[in-house]
């Protein structure tokens, strides 16, 4: 059964202090991993998606990295307007096209 | 560049009644998802909607039924809601095809049952 694990819950970082967020996914063949952000009383935002072990993508202060197993979501010298809920998701191929499984989301608060 | 618009944008019903939510894709998209996402939750995949037919379902009840139209805007219809039906309900579209494609998401519906 497909499964994506997000940690931690929670994240309370000061700006400027970098970190990561982790997405763990079991799945019997992964046809994609995406990124998602989400902001309170709004749908999830696209941010990336990747296809393969090894790849990584780049967008701001943003970076996301795939391994076999995870996902990590590195946050470079956060900003107060980088608070949101970040969520992973995958596709399976076994699943079909366009069915995403999503985990429960990191919520990342950065104080200024 | 119309993004995904959902309506109505909040909706209050009582038990056994029945709703219907509305979405219009992006511009350029043919394919539907709906989500359910609950409190504090990620969202779960209800159904999916491509050339007018139901391609895909996740585990929900047949309450749970919709309906694509030719201009591939979509509804979502909940019959004899239960307060456990009470959500954010999501509306996704997307490209049909083989390569994993990004959904785009609207703002969804909060739905809550009285």
């Known amino acids: 059964e497909d499964q994506v694990t997000q940690s931690p819950e929670a994240l309370r970082l000061q700006e400027g202090e970098s970190s990561s967020l982790n997405c763990s996914y079991t799945?019997?063949?992964?046809?994609?991993l995406f990124w998602y952000r989400q902001d309170p009383g709004k749908g999830p935002e696209f941010l990336f998606t990747?296809?393969?072990a090894g790849e990584e993508k780049e967008k701001e202060r943003l970076k996301a990295t795939l391994t076999k197993k995870e996902s990590f979501l590195h946050i470079t010298a956060p900003k107060p307007e980088d608070s949101a809920t970040y969520l992973c998701?995958?596709?399976?191929?076994?699943?079909?096209?366009?069915?995403?499984?999503f985990g429960t989301g990191t919520r990342l608060t950065v104080i200024p | 560049d119309a993004g995904v618009t959902q309506s109505p944008t909040h909706l209050i019903k009582t038990r056994g009644q029945q709703v219907t939510l509305r979405c219009s894709p992006k511009s350029g998209h043919d394919t539907v998802s709906w989500y359910q996402q609950a409190l504090g939750q990620g969202p779960q995949f209800i159904f999916q909607?491509?050339?007018?037919?139901?391609?895909q379902r996740g585990n929900f009840p047949d309450r749970f039924s919709g309906h694509q139209f030719p201009n591939y805007s979509s509804e979502l219809n909940v019959n004899a809601l239960l307060l456990g039906d009470s959500a954010l309900y999501l509306c996704?579209?997307?490209?049909?095809?083989?390569?994993?494609?990004?959904?785009?998401f609207g703002d969804g519906t909060r739905l809550s049952i009285l």
């Open positions: 996704a579209s997307s490209l049909y095809g083989e390569t994993a494609q990004p959904q785009h």
């Open positions: 799945v019997s063949g992964l046809r994609g």
């Open positions: 909607y491509y050339e007018e037919e139901e391609r």
């Open positions: 990747l296809y393969s």
């Open positions: 998701a995958v596709q399976a191929i076994q699943t079909g096209a366009n069915n995403l499984f």
